[in-house]
């Protein structure tokens, strides 16, 4: 289900829209952090304690890097333009009409 939807959502050209892509941002997240875990799951087994640890630290700060860069990026383009929303209650307003 989760690869369907990543495939879906990136390859056609009309789902390149931010409207029609982020719900998907779950399962782009949900795959990276799968990924993350297989790696390092793997490398566990073939270094030292230490070693293990650095690259396990280095991860985390790797993870907190790119969130804030996310946020960051949201924050310019969807905040400070000013553009809205798509929420639930303009969704029901409509609906009602």
Known sequence: MTASLF???SLF??????GY???????Y?????????????L????MSRVDYRLLLMLAVVA???EG????????TVVVESGMRDLAV??????MER
């Open 29 to 41: 997240a949900l795959l990276a952090s799968l990924g993350i875990w297989y790696l390092l799951s």
């Open 89 to 94: 209650a303009d969704i029901r307003h409509l």
């Open 68 to 75: 804030a860069r996310n946020y960051q990026t949201f924050t």
């Open 7 to 9: 495939i879906f959502a």
């Open 63 to 65: 993870v907190a890097i």
């Open 21 to 27: 892509v982020s719900p998907a941002d779950g399962t």
């Open 13 to 18: 050209p009309g789902m390149q829209c931010l």
């Open 43 to 46: 490398s566990r087994g073939m």
